[in-house]
């Protein structure tokens, strides 16, 4: 069989819906063109006459051209790109960040759809519950449908795209602000050293975990990334999670991930106050000292 790539749209001239066939009446001039329901990427749907459909034609056997792929464009169900090629639209019902997986409630009715991460067009997207979604659905190895191409509006990814804020990097860069500190203080540039190789160890970590759960491969587990974020990598950590948008949502994680970043930057105002505190100490004893010699 031969398959034309090109896409077409035809009204539904005729449908005989016991036996699941009918005819297609091209919008460009044409004889119509056959088409079967098993030939419909959505079958949820039942077609009825009048339908606007947008379709592929495939060539079969006997040399006849019918319809395959056909998609039905419902009124506020469907959107044309610049291309002429029809998606579906639905509702994000249900998100599971970790595992990159939801699935969509159809507005024209019919089950829920799976969507995977790697299937949505926008590559730094982050599915919103309850947001449009706008896909094309075909089906998998083992005859499930599942949407590809997915997307929301341009209006709505520019709102929805987000850049790491101001506050973000000013916390990011606290630790080396004191490690600078250090190295002025104590003389001591280790603290610098550590958070730049154990920051990097861990977004390393952190986009390795991120492709594992995209393949729904075996994960790093989180007490090792707790473990590197311990061990001074959560700067490294918290750019990650808004760069990759990993480990970003799940309040668990947080939770501990925000827990250690409060434990180093308690750690620095004790060794921060300790020394002035020191410091002061010593020089009242020196000023005393001059003022009894005195």
């Known amino acids: 069989m031969k398959t034309e790539a090109l896409r077409y749209t035809g009204t539904l001239q005729s449908w005989n819906d016991d036996k699941g066939f009918g005819f297609i009446k091209p919008n460009t001039e044409g004889k119509d063109v056959f088409i079967h329901i098993k030939d419909f990427t959505y079958r949820n749907a039942r077609p009825k006459i009048g339908d ?68 949505f067009k926008h590559d730094d997207y982050r599915p919103v519950v309850g947001g449009t979604i706008y896909y094309r659905v075909k089906r998998d190895d083992n005859g499930k449908l599942k949407a590809y191409d997915a997307m929301v509006k341009e209006d709505e990814y520019k709102t929805i795209k987000k850049k790491v804020s101001l506050t973000i990097w000013l916390i990011v860069l606290i ?73 970003n949502k799940k309040e668990s994680y947080q939770i501990t991930f925000w827990f250690i970043v409060a434990i180093h930057l308690t750690g620095w105002a004790y060794l921060i106050i300790s020394k002035a505190t020191f410091e002061k100490i010593i020089s009242d004893f020196i000023f005393f000292a001059r003022h009894v010699s005195s």
């Open 175 to 247: 630790p080396f602000i004191l490690s600078a500190y250090a190295i002025f203080a104590f003389k001591n540039p280790a603290p610098a050293m550590v958070y730049s190789l154990m920051s990097f160890i861990a977004f390393f970590m952190y986009a390795y975990d991120k492709n594992k759960a995209k393949a729904d491969d075996w994960r790093i587990a989180e007490k090792t990334l707790h473990i590197i974020e311990f061990l001074g990598g959560w700067p490294g950590a918290l750019l990650a999670q808004r760069e990759l948008h990993h480990k």
């Open 52 to 119: 606007v459909l947008n379709y592929q034609l495939i060539q079969d056997n006997s040399g006849k051209f019918r319809a395959m792929d056909a998609q039905i464009h419902w009124d506020g169900n469907t959107a044309h790109s610049s291309s002429g090629l029809s998606w579906l639209v639905g509702n994000l019902r249900s998100w599971d960040d970790d595992k990159g997986y939801g699935f969509i409630v159809p507005k024209d009715g019919g089950r829920d759809i799976f969507v995977h991460i790697a299937d």
